[in-house]
């Protein structure tokens, strides 16, 4: 009976095997400990926890080319991964996920976040940062009237035809939250030309003139470059500024960026800042070594940041070209603040944050001291889960699973008594090898995933229950107790490998196109039938082989 | 000891126009359905949108959260109480709200999150669970979706013609897309909520229904060689009745799973069990009443003739084959399956 023995010993191997990769062990691993993380050895089952069932945030990040083209796609999400890796590694998650799929998108997944806004600014955010001077010649008041016509020609207008007024219409700028300079010029308005769209419509009404869209709604700003402009108008004049028509009519060499936050002048007025600054920037953020939150009485939250050598070089001689002009801190094409120039800046500079929490400075510090990314991105999918919702899945998981357990031990049991004790025993051992190869290929075990393997409990005795039939039919037929249940393995061994095969290459195509909590489902689905093949076609028949030896080739079998 | 089933002999296929008249009956009603109230109900992953699900301390008012959803600016969400009463969810799958996620996913959902908030104050209502999906996942996925529906019963085609015989394989695979076009029309008439994890559940479903149908068709095959005097009809006939018994128990442990699923498992999981329990019930009528008819058809159009012919007289092939067009009529028992 050598043949019995090494069964068992390679049954008894492989429990040893599964419950030694199911063994509770010391792994290291980032814990978040009073808000900071840090590394400390946690003990724990190495089966992995999908986000599903831990809770946590999923983003798919991918390029965004409404602002500019990216000719290369894959290289540019390549140099964007190493960026995004930083600065989660800075932010302070334990086990993130950080991955290229396919050519286009990028997938980062963070475990148990609190936080999910700030989570995805500081993931996605470009941090791109430029210093660019304030414009002094009077740039945008020259192109206004030839924007006005762009805008106009576009179908974005405040009102008027653009055509033949150019010359008598010497539109100003108005100073500072417009005086109505429309009421000379109300003879020109056109009948029948009806603004296009509610915004417009608003700002007519309020200050009735007949200017472009341009000239009628910007107003001057606290010094030369900035602009101040009313809210109703904001949306039209982003679109408008979008059209290449009217972005053409901007001088070269020159370029128009909005302020970060739009400003409340009180009486639930509030207005936009819009800057015309030379387009070249006299340096950017890739010189920047090093960037600090701080908290200034007078000046509120801030950034501090340092430059290398060569950055601090050229940014001492470009301010010190420019003193007493504004520098506008450009971040992402947003102006955060235009400071005036008192005195060459050398390595060290600030970037105040207006009315920002001390906590948006220093995450503006971390994206920073990572760096920008190279190519805007933007989120295309979120996933979040509180951790609370996960454990709730998980209990709720366990329970199902228990009960489904537990009726299929009655059935089994009830049905085929001894047989059925045996079947069971090859259950709990599928269970345990099923779970032991979860963990052995660090599958990831999410809710579907759990669904799965609840499930798989209840077909997993198919190949049992195949056996069992054809086991009973050849006592039917007056075999003998050996010969019966010899035939019954053999006979029911093609029906159980092909309905097996059948299933793993479903199992295997939904892991091909499924995505995350899909793709556990999956994997749980095709490490069971692997697991139930084996322990229905092998661990059964050992069993019975050692109930033949025992009973010495008993006339009956409680089946 | 309990055996159940042992030794029946009943004509399981002589019913074939009853069960074909029923199933035709409830695909046609889902088919109506879909023409005349448009698709099924897609989840937030293949429309685009934004779903939250929100736990407040105390049960609010609905009509409290619908004016804050539509305060910032998402219109035309759905508003549900999920589980308990303190729970809910927001669902804005309106076109414009997909449109504006396709410049960024997070927007809809960081706004509504910062309106309820405010409203209700952050000790109040918590948002457990946000999914967010811009317009292009969403069509990619229902690209997916499909393409792993053909492909699985291709792949399952081009197995099952590898270890039977064409014949065979062909009757399941169109047993299959049967499966799929009743789970379909039942997902439709109840109104399921169609998600990933539902689409991975009608695979499995199909799955499990080639099993049970392999599993009558491994007998069969067995069963022509064994009995060569027997026409086909009564062939199939003494196979499902062979086979019974683990049907009856693999379906019932099938079944217990999925019912502890669906009463233990929780709000998420549910159509996926649904779905699931509907599957078994599509399991046994399709190997029974689809894939073996199907079966009898495709032999008496294409008959084994070439390579059977020393083996099964043509008689037998003709007489088996007009059993199925005639099923009805011929009330043919088959005296070899009572044993």
Not at chain 2, 198 to 216: E, H, K, M
């Amino acid at each position: 009976m050598a043949n019995i023995r090494n069964r068992l010993f390679l049954i008894f191997g492989l429990v040893l095997v599964s419950v030694w990769a199911l063994y509770p062990r010391t792994v290291i691993e980032r814990v978040k400990r009073d808000g900071i993380t840090v590394y400390d050895t946690v003990k724990r089952v190495p089966l992995k926890k999908g986000l599903d069932l831990q809770g946590g945030m999923h983003l798919t990040l991918e390029v965004d080319d409404s602002r500019q083209a990216v000719a290369d796609v894959s290289d540019a999400l390549d140099r964007s991964l190493k960026v995004i890796r930083q600065r989660i590694d800075e932010f302070g998650v334990a086990e993130p996920v950080v991955q290229k799929v396919g050519d286009d998108r990028i997938i980062v997944e963070l475990p148990g976040i609190d936080d999910p806004e700030r989570a995805q600014a500081v993931v996605s955010e470009a941090a791109f940062l430029q210093f660019q001077i304030t414009d002094r010649t009077q740039a945008l008041e020259r192109v206004l009237p030839r924007l006005d016509a762009a805008a106009a020609a576009a179908g974005i207008g405040a009102t008027g035809p653009a055509v033949g007024g150019d010359t008598a219409r010497r539109v100003g700028v108005t100073a500072l939250f417009g005086a109505d300079s429309a009421a000379a010029r109300a003879d020109t308005l056109v009948a029948g030309t009806a603004a296009s769209d509610s915004a417009a419509d608003s700002a007519a009404i309020q200050t009735p003139q007949d200017g472009g869209l341009f000239s009628s709604n910007i107003s001057l700003g606290q010094y030369p470059g900035q602009y101040i402009v009313r809210a109703e108008a904001y949306d039209n004049l982003v679109r408008a500024l979008r059209e290449p028509s009217v972005s053409a009519v901007i001088p070269p060499g020159k370029a128009i960026k909005w302020g970060a936050e739009p400003i409340d002048a009180g009486q639930g007025t509030t207005f936009y800042e819009l800057y015309m600054l030379d387009a070249r920037p006299i340096i950017t953020g890739e010189y920047l070594i090093d960037a600090r939150p701080m908290t200034d009485p007078t000046e509120g939250n801030l950034v501090q940041f340092t430059l290398n050598n060569e950055g601090g070089r050229r940014f001492r001689n470009e301010t010190a070209k420019h003193l007493k002009e504004n520098m506008a801190i450009v971040l992402d094409d947003r102006v955060m603040t235009a400071p005036t120039i008192q005195s060459a800046i050398g390595r060290n500079g600030q970037i105040t944050l207006g009315g920002g929490t001390l906590q948006a400075a220093q995450d503006l510090a971390l994206v920073l001291r990572a760096g920008a990314l190279p190519v805007p991105l933007k989120i295309t999918e979120v996933r979040n889960i509180g951790a609370s919702l996960g454990q709730d899945s998980i209990d709720k998981g366990v329970t199902a699973l228990a009960i489904a357990v537990a009726l299929v031990i009655v059935i089994m049991i009830g049905y085929y008594r001894f047989a059925g004790v045996l079947a069971v025993a090859a259950l709990a051992l599928y269970v345990l090898y099923t779970l032991a190869v979860l963990a052995g290929f660090d599958a990831v075990i999410t809710l579907p995933g759990l669904a799965g393997f609840v499930l798989s409990v209840g077909i997993a005795v198919d190949a049992n229950v195949l056996i069992f039939e054809r086991i009973r039919e050849e006592i039917d037929a007056g075999k003998s107790m050996r010969l019966s249940i010899d035939e019954g393995f053999k006979q029911a061994l093609s029906a159980i490998v092909d309905s097996g095969v059948t299933t793993i290459l479903s199992g295997a195509v939904l892991y091909q196109y499924g995505s995350g909590p899909v793709r556990g489902f999956a994997v749980t689905l095709i490490a069971g039938i692997v697991a139930s093949l084996f322990t229905a076609l092998f661990v059964s028949r050992t069993f019975f082989m050692i109930w033949l030896q025992q009973t010495r080739g008993a006339k009956t079998l409680s089946i | 000891m309990i055996r159940l089933f042992k030794g029946t002999s009943y004509d399981f296929v002589r019913h074939w126009r009853i069960a074909a008249g029923i199933t035709a009956a409830f695909i046609a009603l889902g088919l109506a359905s879909f023409a005349f109230t448009g698709g099924p109900n897609y989840s937030i992953e293949f429309t685009g949108g934004t779903l939250m699900q929100l736990k407040f301390k105390s049960p609010p008012d609905v009509a409290a959260i619908r004016s804050t959803v539509e305060s910032a600016g998402v219109a035309g969400a759905e508003i549900t109480q999920y589980g308990e009463d303190t729970d809910y969810t927001v669902r804005a799958q309106d076109p414009a709200v997909v449109e504006e996620q396709a410049a960024g996913a997070e927007g809809v959902a960081n706004r509504i999150q910062d309106a309820l908030t405010q409203r209700f104050g952050a000790d109040e209502v918590s948002v457990v669970r946000t999914e967010a999906v811009g317009p292009k996942v969403g069509a990619e996925l229902r690209r997916g979706a499909v393409l792993a529906l053909l492909i699985t019963s291709l792949i399952s085609l081009i197995y099952l013609a590898i270890r039977f015989d064409w014949r065979f394989g062909t009757a399941a695979v169109l047993s299959l897309g049967h499966d799929v076009l009743l789970t379909l029309a039942f997902i439709k008439l109840f109104d399921i909520e169609v998600s990933l994890t539902v689409v991975a559940a009608v695979l499995t479903v199909l799955g499990y229904s080639a099993n049970d149908t392999i599993i009558i068709f491994d007998r069969t095959r067995e069963n022509l060689r064994k009995f060569r005097k027997a026409s086909l009809y009564d062939t199939l006939n003494r196979s499902i009745n062979e086979t019974l018994g683990r049907s009856v128990l693999t379906h019932a442990t099938t079944l217990a799973a999925t019912l502890a699923l669906l009463f233990f498992a929780g709000q998420v999981l549910r159509p996926f069990s649904i779905v699931m329990a509907f599957g078994v019930v599509v399991a046994v009528f399709s190997s029974m009443y689809v894939a073996t008819p199907l079966l009898l058809y495709i032999e008496h159009k294409y008959p084994r003739d070439s390579e059977d012919k020393n083996q099964r007289r043509s008689a037998e092939q003709t007489s088996g084959g007009s059993a199925a067009k005639t099923a009805g009529a011929s009330k043919s028992r088959n005296p070899a399956a009572a044993r």
